[in-house]
């Protein structure tokens, strides 16, 4: 069965940080590119950073630039979103999600969710 397992979040003062993993299994995880996305309540879902399989190229969304970093370890087929300098507005419940190969394009498959919650 394909897992995509999030982990990571909690409760944080702004300007804090905070390390998410997804821990994927069931799938050829090297040929995967590997989405972090978040939803805010009452907010749509938002992608927020990307890396993909081949080359390790790497997306971030506008908000997030220079304090987030996406990294992956396909030897423990795991990514990571390491968050620094955390905000209010990065409050959401943060979910992992695999493509293959391209950042682009529908996932095919989703991980649970994990809440980040960042007090002013």
């Known amino acids: 069965d394909v897992q995509l397992q999030a982990s990571g979040g909690g409760l944080v003062q702004a300007g804090g940080s905070l390390r998410l993993s997804c821990a994927a299994s069931g799938f050829t995880f090297d040929r995967y590119a590997i989405s972090w996305f978040r939803q805010a309540p009452g907010k749509e879902r938002e992608g927020v950073s990307c890396i993909s399989s081949s080359d390790g190229t790497i997306y971030y969304v506008d908000s997030v630039k220079g304090r987030f970093t996406i990294s992956r370890d396909n030897a423990k087929n795991t990514v990571y979103l390491q968050m620094n300098n955390l905000k209010p507005e990065d409050t959401a419940v943060y979910y992992c999600?695999?493509?293959?190969?391209?950042?682009?394009?529908?996932?095919?498959?989703w991980g649970n969710g994990t809440q980040v919650t960042v007090s002013s």
């Open positions: 999600a695999a493509r293959f190969y391209w950042c682009s394009g529908s996932m095919d498959y």
